[in-house]
Structures are given as structure tokens and as C-alpha cells.
């Protein structure tokens, strides 16, 4: 009987684990993928669609583009697995049985239980998100004057708050909109835990773009119109944005496999397989041990490198052969800001940290290079402009 391969998820994990196993497959498997979304959506891009809607369209690729035809494709969102019986049971469709499953379901936005946080604020995990907040900045900037401007409050100054930062200020300076833009971080730098010199140019090109930072106080309570800061601080904010921090999926809180009980990510080997011999899981789903103590980031980048091994390592335990053990190997940094960017750490370039046009094309080379490698030339080409 030919083995069922079940892939979730149409993320950076998923649609890279989708090429690399057809790859290596060669027809020898029945492979399903299951995504609540028909596209992928180049996520780390997401944010040029607050300031301009249209970039959706060369950013959210559609699953046909990606996939062989004789990969099935379910869209529908995953209740459960039950790995006793083997299946992924789903909202609207039958259960799909599988003999070998990888979990890349991504992650959703975490709130550490911070009161009013997840009732009022928007975040940045979809496509839909990054539209809904363009709306909503759009109105702000209506119903402003330029006695009365138009609040915007961003919590978290990691990589997603500082692009929505930068392309907000793009959005203001293309409409001439009375905004004010505050980006607030409870740790003491932006980007926090990186290196200081990158630190410090992003703060300084974030205050080029007139966005006010406040950093060593951590957001504790909300409400509907004010984001209250510590134990004395406050603002008023129109629109409310909050970027900082990701847990596991709710689908992924029960399943019966090791995991971080506190933010339900699925612990796997090097190999990406879990505890169950049959599951494997990559991406934000995923705690995926490495030399050290620490798992590997939950980046697109990090993402994109285990997704070539994790669709070998599906291939080679089809086929019962060893699996491969993959390490992630950090290629720098490169963080946009509205039109400019910053470079750091980026391979076989002797200067740590930089910005100008070198570091905006190094940006834009990295999503087209993706999009490139899941779809072909022609769409990236399309793309390039809006990167």
C-alpha cells in the first residue's frame, strides 16, 4: 500500500517542505497538503501592505503555483490530531489519515495575559491582519486634523514592530496624514537581544521617520482607549497595533506529543521528528534542538533552511532510510524601515552592520530569491518593486 504523507500548513515550513519532499519523492507517496488558506503569503513582507493593499497581490502566492498536480490540497483548518489513530481531523472536511505527518502550522500571537490586550489590539500574523490595519490607520488619518492627530500605539519592537513601524511613517509621509507614531518595548533596546550596533541603527533610522520609542516598560493593562505603561505611564492611541510575542496553535494544545506546555510548540530532534516516530514538525510549530541550549529561532529563515531537509527526511522515512540531521546556520540580519533597511551579520560581507542601498537591495533580493525558488522567475520579477 502506497504511504500517505499529510503536510500542514502553507507557511514558510510548509510550502518549503511541500518542493523539497515532491522533489524527492518522485511520485512514490501520496502527498496531502492542508492549509486554511489557498496562498502562501510571503509573511515577512506582509507589513508593505499597510502602507499599499496592492502589494497582496505578489505577496500571496497561490498553492497551484507551488505544487505538483499530483499533490491533493484540502483547504480547511486542523482541529486535532490524534496520533493514536493517525489522522488530522478538520473543521469541515473528513479526517485525513496519514502514515507520516509534519506539523507546520505557524504560530498565533501571544498576550502573556495582558489585561485588554487581545480584545483591543490588531496584530500582524496574516494577510488580513496587515489589511485590517491599513484600514484602520487610513481612518485614523480621516478623522485627524492637524490640532488632533491621529494616535498609533506598536507594542513589541522586534522585527515585525519595527516594519510596521517604518511602513506606517511611509503611510503618513505618502498622505501627509496627522499621525503620531509610538513604538513601545518592555526590554531596554529595540530588537531586543541583538547586537547593539544594529540596536542603534535601527533606533536611528526608526527616529529619522519621527517615530517616538519608549523602551524599558512593559505594557501591563489596556483598554479601549488608553495603553497604560509600568506603573505610571500612559497613551492614548486611536489604533492600537501589539507585535510581541508568539505561541503554539490551539489545535496543537491537546495533541498527545512532547511539547512546551506553557505555549504548546511541539519539541522534535535535529531531524524534526517528535516523539511520535510518525510526526515530524518544523517553523514557529516547533522547538527543534540544536547545539546548545537554545532550539532554533522561529524565523523565516531559520524556516526556509529546515524545510529542504524536513522534505528529504519525510522522503527518507517513506522509504525507511536514516534520517538527516540539520543544524541552522544564522546568514545575518536584514530589518526594512518604510523605504531603507539595515543590514547586519549578512555572509561573506566584511562591514558587521549597514544601511544605504546596498542593505534595501540585499532586502528585496531576499524575497525574491524566495519567491523564486516556490514559484519561478516570472512572479519574482513581478514582485521586486514592492520588496
Given at each position: 500500500m502506497t504511504e500517505r504523507v499529510v503536510v500542514l500548513g502553507a507557511g514558510y515550513a510548509g510550502a518549503g517542505t511541500i518542493k523539497s519532499l515532491e522533489n524527492e519523492l518522485n511520485g512514490e507517496a501520496d502527498v496531502t497538503w492542508v492549509s486554511d488558506t489557498d496562498y502562501h503569503l510571503v509573511?515577512?513582507?506582509?507589513?508593505?501592505?499597510?502602507?499599499?493593499?496592492?502589494?497582496?497581490?505578489?505577496?500571496?502566492?497561490?498553492v497551484h503555483e507551488i505544487k505538483q498536480p499530483s499533490t491533493s490540497f484540502v483547504q480547511d483548518e486542523v482541529v486535532d490530531i490524534d496520533t493514536e489513530e493517525q489522522r488530522v481531523v478538520l473543521t469541515d472536511s473528513d479526517p485525513i489519515e496519514y502514515d507520516y505527518l509534519l506539523v507546520g502550522l505557524g504560530s498565533q500571537t501571544a498576550f502573556f495575559g495582558?489585561?485588554?490586550?487581545?480584545?483591543?489590539?490588531l496584530t500582524l500574523k496574516s494577510l488580513d491582519d496587515a489589511l485590517e490595519i491599513h484600514d484602520a490607520i487610513q481612518n485614523a488619518a480621516q478623522e485627524a486634523s492637524t490640532n488632533d492627530h491621529a494616535q498609533v500605539v506598536i507594542g513589541g519592537a522586534g522585527l515585525s514592530g519595527i516594519q510596521t513601524a517604518g511602513e506606517i511613517a511611509e503611510f503618513r509621509e505618502d498622505h501627509n496624514a496627522s499621525i503620531d507614531i509610538h513604538l513601545v518595548e518592555g526590554l531596554d533596546q529595540v530588537l531586543p537581544n541583538s547586537d547593539p550596533e544594529l540596536q542603534g541603527a535601527l533606533r536611528k533610522r526608526l527616529e529619522e521617520r519621527d517615530v517616538n520609542i519608549k523602551c524599558g516598560e512593559f505594557i501591563g493593562e489596556v483598554d479601549e482607549e488608553t495603553v497604560y505603561i509600568g506603573d505610571e505611564d500612559e497613551l492614548n492611541y486611536d489604533v492600537l497595533v501589539w507585535t510581541g510575542g508568539i505561541t503554539g496553535r490551539d489545535c496543537v494544545a491537546d495533541v498527545d506529543l512532547e511539547k512546551d506546555e506553557r505555549n504548546h510548540r511541539v519539541h522534535a530532534e535535529g531531524n524534526f521528528q517528535t516523539?511520535?516516530?510518525?510526526v515530524f514538525t518544523i517553523g514557529d510549530?516547533?522547538?527543534?534542538?540544536?547545539?546548545?541550549?537554545?532550539?532554533?529561532?522561529?524565523?523565516?529563515?531559520?524556516?526556509?533552511?529546515?524545510?529542504?531537509?524536513?522534505?528529504?527526511?519525510?522522503?527518507?522515512?517513506v522509504r525507511g532510510q536514516p534520517l538527516k540531521t540539520w543544524t541552522h546556520e544564522d546568514k545575518g540580519t536584514v530589518v526594512s524601515v518604510g523605504e531603507k533597511?539595515?543590514?547586519?551579520?549578512?555572509?561573506n560581507v566584511p562591514i558587521a552592520t549597514f544601511g544605504g542601498t546596498t542593505a534595501k537591495l540585499l532586502k528585496k533580493a531576499i524575497a525574491a530569491r524566495w519567491i523564486n525558488d516556490i514559484t519561478g522567475i516570472g512572479?519574482?520579477?513581478?514582485?521586486?518593486?514592492?520588496?
Open positions: 509573511l515577512h513582507e506582509s507589513h508593505r501592505c499597510i502602507r499599499d493593499p496592492s502589494v497582496q497581490e505578489k505577496i500571496a502566492i497561490p495582558i489585561d485588554g490586550l487581545e480584545e483591543h489590539a516523539d511520535d516516530e510518525r510549530s516547533a522547538l527543534i534542538d540544536q547545539p546548545g541550549d537554545q532550539p532554533a529561532p522561529p524565523t523565516a529563515q531559520a524556516a526556509w533552511q529546515a524545510a529542504e531537509v524536513a522534505g528529504e527526511n519525510l522522503a527518507r522515512a533597511a539595515v543590514a547586519h551579520d549578512v555572509m512572479r519574482a520579477a513581478k514582485a521586486w518593486p514592492d520588496m
